[in-house]
């Protein structure tokens, strides 16, 4: 088995245990809860964010993905499922899910990106922290940490680097060159970090992680997935 096969087994299985932990988070919602407003996508609601991931893996395997994950897109899978109700939700996804795994070993892990950074969007609706270390939100944290590197190509170095309390190697990203070159530097932990690089902290807590120089020219880069957030997001 190549290299590439393994890492994408690997990912696919991050994808499965994402899956399944939004499965648990979201059965026997009650209409209520539901409805509640989701701080980090504030057009939608909890069901309309499930609405979105579980439209995702429908249009994924049925080739109907665009490049951007444009606005339309995704608005576009709220409302074909504005009269389903949670159940009706999962049930879908339940149905799509063996398909998007089989998608997914011959067309890359994409998808592992939305269910992850949507789980954590929905433990902060719902008032359910968890899932802040898992091999799936380091995937996608180095995912976004490229991705970050490439928007800010034209800026000087800038370095992110864990906090951490314990003897475990600390994660740490340099957008290009190496660690002694970044004019800037980031410190939090890794939560923090995944969810700044997912377009998920206002600028002030952005500037709160800053312990070297002026990350003000880097916001820009930061908010790939979207406009960073007026206030914090209740997580």
Known sequence: MSDTDEATRDEVQQWREAHA???????????????TPVPACPDWSVK???????????????????????????????????????ADLLAEWAGSAERLVAWMGEHGTRPLNDVVIHEQDLRGALGEPGARDTTGLRTIRDRMAARFSTAAEA????????????????????????????????????????????????????RAMTVRGDVTPYLDALAG???????????
């Open 21 to 35: 932990r939004v499965v648990g988070l979201t059965t026997g919602l009650s209409p209520d809860r539901a409805s």
């Open 155 to 206: 800026l000087p170095p800038l370095l992110m680097v864990e906090h951490r309390d314990d003897d475990v190697e600390p994660w740490h990203h340099v957008t290009r060159g190496s660690e002694n070159d970044a004019a800037v530097v980031l410190s939090a932990d890794g939560f923090e970090l995944f969810r700044a690089l997912t377009s998920r902290r206002t600028a002030e807590q952005v």
């Open 48 to 86: 309309d964010l499930l609405a979105h991931v579980v439209g995702v893996a429908a249009d994924v395997v049925g080739g109907d993905e665009p490049d951007d994950h444009n606005e339309a897109w995704t608005q576009a899978q709220v409302d074909a499922r504005r009269d389903a109700d949670v």
């Open 225 to 235: 997935l979207g406009p960073l957030p007026d206030r914090p997001l209740p997580e």
